[in-house]
């Protein structure tokens, strides 16, 4: 019998702790670098802990149970993940991303990717043809939906058909919808991207990174990369992000009734100039949202008429912190001009929207009346 989603937060697809006969009900936290073997080639199948760790293991099924992947690989932050995940490529080997990425994403491929000697055509994914772009030594295609920050909608099932085509891995960082709302291996993705220190760890405390995959192959060749490479999440950190899924359906929930709620106050607000939620009716990327995801998130991005206006926003507001970061229990205001993007070339940033009068809000779980209250304050104590 396969257990509902909010069941296998709990659990994942089968509820085989080892209690050790003590009953507990918690996971335990095997804080152990190394284990005891019973005699000559005999394994208890745990060795050391870079290569398995009961407790990272355990939050490993559970996030491969949630994506529905054959194996998902906790490591200890989502640039960790993606930089094991980039070691599946070879010099010469060429990969199409999004232009609006994760701006660490962004800096890894820049800096370190093609240092390594892997190209990237950087394109507009929710509207250019990624088919134009392929060449003969395309292995990859990149992409996050909705991006960070400007909430572009892209179509994963028609990347995913142009990827099956052309033999491409396709990967999707779901972090902005986690599996709750978005589950991308039912439209085609071969690995999936999680900063599990977003929705997943779900209170701003811990750093975690995924990799999921539905193929056996790509999960052998990245146990491998783990063990090899040595970024594995901790088991204190993987009991956090264990006890932090228990709720994710819940936060998920709230965290979207409150987005909707301040979209709509956003709307009607004059000095707004525009606000990027893919819940908006009639908003560009609004249906296929719709038809590949089962909400629209608590992410949120606007336009205020000013960059004096801006930084008097972030400066003003009593309740909601001025952070980097997302997919907390806490509202986060951030800036992704001077924070997230900061290292994207200007030209670039400026180019896909990111305007210093772009204000990016992670909603988190507390009273909407209250936030609403917050941002109102902050924006009419503005004087021009
Ligand atoms: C935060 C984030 C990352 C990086 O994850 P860390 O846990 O901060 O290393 C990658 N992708 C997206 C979409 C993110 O929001």
Same mark, same amino acid.
């Given at each position: 019998?396969?257990?509902?989603?909010?069941?296998?937060?709990?659990?994942?697809?089968?509820?085989?702790?080892?209690?050790?006969?003590?009953?507990?009900?918690?996971?335990?936290?095997?804080?152990?670098?190394?284990?005891?073997?019973?005699?000559?080639?005999?394994?208890?199948?745990?060795?050391?802990?870079?290569?398995?760790?009961?407790?990272?293991?355990?939050?490993?099924?559970?996030?491969?149970?949630?994506?529905?992947?054959?194996?998902?690989?906790?490591?200890?932050?989502?640039?960790?993940?993606?930089?094991?995940?980039?070691?599946?490529?070879?010099?010469?080997?060429?990969?199409?991303?999004?232009?609006?990425?994760?701006?660490?994403?962004?800096?890894?491929?820049?800096?370190?990717?093609?240092?390594?000697?892997?190209?990237?055509?950087?394109?507009?994914?929710?509207?250019?043809?990624?088919?134009?772009?392929?060449?003969?030594?395309?292995?990859?295609?990149?992409?996050?939906?909705?991006?960070?920050?400007?909430?572009?909608? #892209?179509?994963?099932? !028609?990347?995913? +058909?142009?990827? %099956?085509?052309?033999?491409?891995? *396709?990967?999707?960082?779901? &972090? @902005?919808?986690?599996?709750?709302?978005?589950?991308?291996?039912?439209?085609?993705?071969?690995?999936?991207?999680?900063?599990?220190?977003?929705?997943?760890?779900?209170?701003?405390?811990?750093?975690?990174?995924?990799?999921?995959?539905?193929?056996?192959?790509?999960?052998?060749?990245?146990?491998?990369?783990?063990?090899?490479?040595?970024?594995?999440?901790?088991?204190?950190?993987?009991?956090?992000?264990?006890?932090?899924?228990?709720?994710?359906?819940?936060?998920?929930?709230?965290?979207?009734?409150?987005?909707?709620?301040?979209?709509?106050?956003?709307?009607?607000?004059?000095?707004?100039?525009?606000?990027?939620?893919?819940? #908006?009716?009639?908003? !560009?990327?609004? +249906?296929?949202? %719709?038809?590949?995801?089962?909400? *629209?998130?608590?992410?949120? &991005? @606007?336009?205020?008429?000013?960059?004096?206006?801006?930084?008097?926003?972030?400066?003003?507001?009593?309740?909601?912190?001025?952070?980097?970061?997302?997919?907390?229990?806490?509202?986060?205001?951030?800036?992704?001009?001077?924070?997230?993007?900061?290292?994207?070339?200007?030209?670039?940033?400026?180019?896909?929207?990111?305007?210093?009068?772009?204000?990016?809000?992670?909603?988190?779980?507390?009273?909407?009346?209250?936030?609403?209250?917050?941002?109102?304050?902050?924006?009419?104590?503005?004087?021009?």
């Amino acid at each position: 019998m396969e257990y509902e989603f909010s069941t296998k937060c709990l659990y994942g697809d089968k509820k085989g702790y080892n209690f050790e006969g003590t009953g507990a009900i918690s996971f335990p936290i095997y804080q152990t670098a190394t284990y005891a073997h019973p005699g000559v080639g005999v394994s208890t199948g745990f060795d050391y802990s870079r290569l398995q760790n009961p407790t990272r293991q355990q939050v490993e099924q559970v996030v491969a149970a949630l994506e529905g992947g054959v194996d998902a690989l906790a490591f200890s932050s989502g640039m960790a993940a993606i930089a094991a995940l980039m070691e599946l490529f070879q010099p010469g080997d060429h990969l199409i991303t999004d232009t609006d990425l994760y701006g660490g994403s962004i800096r890894l491929f820049r800096n370190v990717s093609e240092k390594n000697g892997i190209t990237f055509s950087r394109i507009d994914c929710s509207a250019d043809d990624v088919e134009n772009y392929i060449t003969e030594n395309t292995k990859a295609v990149f992409i996050e939906t909705p991006t960070n920050p400007m909430m572009n909608v #892209i179509d994963i099932r !028609r990347i995913s +058909e142009t990827a %099956k085509k052309y033999g491409l891995l *396709f990967i999707v960082d779901n &972090t @902005f919808m986690s599996p709750y709302f978005q589950r991308p291996f039912e439209l085609g993705a071969d690995v999936i991207v999680h900063s599990g220190t977003k929705f997943l760890g779900g209170h701003n405390d811990t750093l975690a990174g995924f990799l999921v995959t539905n193929r056996e192959d790509i999960s052998e060749r990245l146990r491998f990369l783990i063990k090899t490479v040595g970024s594995g999440l901790s088991p204190f950190d993987s009991w956090l992000i264990l006890r932090g899924i228990k709720t994710l359906p819940l936060r998920m929930e709230k965290a979207q009734e409150n987005a909707k709620a301040i979209v709509d106050f956003l709307l009607r607000e004059p000095r707004v100039k525009k606000v990027y939620y893919p819940g #908006i009716p009639g908003s !560009r990327g609004y +249906e296929i949202c %719709k038809s590949q995801a089962s909400g *629209f998130g608590s992410m949120l &991005t @606007f336009e205020v008429e000013s960059r004096e206006l801006a930084h008097h926003i972030l400066k003003s507001t009593k309740l909601i912190p001025f952070a980097e970061s997302l997919g907390g229990t806490e509202t986060l205001l951030t800036y992704p001009a001077t924070q997230t993007h900061a290292d994207v070339p200007e030209d670039v940033r400026i180019e896909n929207g990111i305007t210093d009068k772009i204000l990016r809000l992670s909603v988190g779980i507390e009273d909407k009346g209250d936030l609403i209250d917050d941002l109102r304050q902050a924006m009419e104590s503005f004087q021009s």
